[in-house]
Nanobody, 127 residues
Framework: QVQLVESGGGLVQAGDSLRLSCTAS????????MGWFRQTPGKEREFVAAISWTGTITYYADAVKDRFTISRDNAKNTVYLQMNSLKPEDTAVYYC????????????????????WGQGTQVTVSS
């Protein structure tokens, strides 16, 4: 069992930056590919970014490419989402997720792929 806790959300203005953190506990953080998703009321959870468990492979949704960066520190059991040039359309609850895997270069973009989820952190971007 893995417990995930997100932090770092808040209210910012368009063009600002935020860094979200997701800290895992309960089991070793390695061998878990990680992902960030976001959700707004009435919509399905949307893929944002993913990273392999080694941290060497990343993948982004087109909507955030070149603005967001996912990274991880396995020694700290933490995955990060650096969000730059934020836009009002980035407003959502952001969730991190973990997927157990033995594949070093694998990442996952489907919400159904993931085994564990955090409780979410609200990001609000005002115009």
């Amino acid at each position: 069992q893995v417990q995930l806790v997100e932090s770092g959300g808040g209210l910012v203005q368009a063009g600002d930056s935020l860094r979200l953190s997701c800290t895992a506990s309960g089991r070793t953080f390695t061998h878990y590919a990680m992902g960030w998703f976001r959700q707004t009321p009435g919509k399905e959870r949307e893929f944002v970014a993913a990273i392999s468990w080694t941290g060497t492979i990343t993948y982004y949704a087109d909507a955030v490419k070149d603005r967001f960066t996912i990274s991880r520190d396995n020694a700290k059991n933490t995955v990060y989402l650096q969000m730059n040039s934020l836009k009002p359309e980035d407003t959502a609850v952001y969730y991190c997720a973990a997927k157990s895997t033995d594949y070093t270069g694998r990442y996952y973009i489907g919400a159904y792929d993931y085994d564990y989820w955090g409780q979410g952190t609200q990001v609000t971007v005002s115009s």
